[in-house]
């Protein structure tokens, strides 16, 4: 019996000792950053490397944790629905009395399983979209020096499960977080690194990790099938299709119009072919297949083709066509759909993150009662357009049946006319 009790002793003197020495090797202390405005100009470029706007308008975001917990957020509703094992709590995260507690499917009063989703859920939400939270409230911001690079600690001075802790996150070349350092008080190693690099693109246009990698005895943390949704927005920009009679418009076989009286487009839509006209040049042009293109001098073709002039109808047409049909491509690829409040009413904000000539550029559609576009605002970084106004006025219904735009009037009264506008088959 001693000889089993000696042997246990070792046991847990080695164990002790292996503790000690792992924590010894691996606990660091928290670093001492630097407040003010560098930091807060180093957190805005990660805001703006993230996308923090697309997050902000992103209504559902459903995601688990380890496949032990599981999220469905509608975030402009301020509730989360959490399940674990044959536990659901409708969770008000505004309202906490006002949530509910299912067991096995049926209503329950025990009450005391709020509290416990509601931590799940702060835990839980912070390793899908702390990125996201850098400017919460009761966060204080530091640039910290790390290894000859410029880090962004976070610490949490207040709110969540549990305030005072503080990360450190490690920013790539373009400044998008791939790891951080946690100095916790659930964890009693500083320092302990997780990675932020399995990320995935979601259809509201942010990037979220599909799971982490922890330094901490090689552990992972899977965030499952990770989802974002605006089905609201959708649901709006499908009634804009609608009061413009989109199905119409994809069975058009051809389109003609002009843009200010100077240049002139014949478009067979059904094939994608289209005569660009301007001055004494015509561009038949060939979309998406620019070398199959061929131009013309006063109607007479060109037999070495010119291809800045293939590339000049192609760039005209990609933005005297956008001034047309552009409530028509609401779902093109690569759109992205989330709703604005405008003066107590709902508006659609669509951004173009693919195609086209200039990718990155938002549109904020303004409707009227029966969901017609009437103007947009329009954010171009490339032209340095932040918000300038734009109608969208005098539509005709055509031959076709879809509904075209004839005029559009800018800030400061400049018009813009669309020429003879004729859809038909």
């Known amino acids: 019996m ?27 202390d928290l670093p001492t950053g630097k ?4 930091a807060d100009a180093l957190a805005i470029k990660m805001f703006t490397a993230i996308n923090h706007e697309a997050f902000e308008n992103t209504e559902t975001l459903k995601w688990s944790f380890r496949n032990e ?43 005391e399983l709020i509290k416990q989703a509601q931590d799940f859920f702060n835990n839980d939400s912070f390793w899908l979209i702390a990125p996201f939270k850098i400017f919460d ?41 791939t790891s951080f350092k946690m100095w916790t008080k659930i964890i009693p190693i500083g320092g302990v690194a997780a990675t932020w690099s399995d990320w995935k693109n979601t259809k509201t246009g942010i990037k979220l990790p599909t799971k982490h990698k922890l330094s901490l005895f090689g552990m992972e943390i899977g965030m499952g099938n990770v989802k974002t949704e605006n089905a609201k927005a959708d649901a709006l ?21 002009s843009f200010g009286g ?27 297949y620019l070398e199959e293109s061929t131009v013309y001098y006063n109607d007479i073709e060109q037999e ?30 690569g759109t992205i759909r989330s709703i604005k409040i405008i003066d107590n009413k709902e ?19 303004i409707l009227d009662k029966n969901n017609l576009p009437i103007s947009f605002k329009m954010y171009v970084p490339s032209m340095k357009l932040d918000g300038v106004n734009a109608t969208w006025q005098d539509w005709i219904t055509t031959e076709s049946g879809t509904l075209l735009p004839t005029n559009h009037t800018f800030d400061g009264g400049k018009n813009l006319n669309m020429g003879d506008v004729k859809a038909y088959n």
């Not at 509608?74 to 299912?102: A, G, M, P």
């Open 347 to 365: 508006a659609l904000l669509v951004k173009y993150t693919k195609g086209g000539t200039t990718p990155g550029d938002s549109y904020l559609w």
């Open 137 to 177: 409230a009761g966060t204080e911001r530091s640039i910290v020096n790390y290894k000859g690079k410029d880090a962004l600690l976070i610490t949490y001075t207040s709110g969540g499960t549990t305030p005072g802790d503080s990360y450190l996150w490690i920013l790539d070349e373009n400044y998008h977080p």
């Open 69 to 111: 917990h599981f999220y469905t957020w509608n975030k402009f509703e301020n509730i989360v629905h959490v399940s674990w094992d044959h536990y659901k709590v409708t969770l008000n995260t505004k309202q906490i009395h006002k949530s509910d507690v299912y067991i096995d499917g049926k209503l329950s009063d025990k009450k």
């Open 35 to 38: 407040k003010g405005k560098e």
């Open 237 to 257: 920009a499908n009634e804009v299709l609608k009061a413009i009679n989109h199905n119409a418009y994809k069975k058009t076989k051809n389109v003609s119009w």
């Open 262 to 288: 100077k240049r002139h487009f014949k478009w067979d839509k059904e094939n994608h072919v289209v005569d660009v006209s301007w001055d004494t040049i015509r561009v038949n042009l060939h979309p998406d």
């Open 304 to 333: 070495r083709k010119d291809s800045t002039l293939i590339k000049k109808a192609w760039d005209i047409f990609n933005n005297d066509s956008f001034w047309l049909v552009a409530p028509h491509k609401l779902f093109d690829y």
């Open 2 to 28: 001693k000889k089993l009790f000696k042997f246990i002793g070792i046991i847990l003197f080695l164990f002790i000792a292996v503790i000690a020495i792992y924590y010894f090797v691996n606990n660091e």
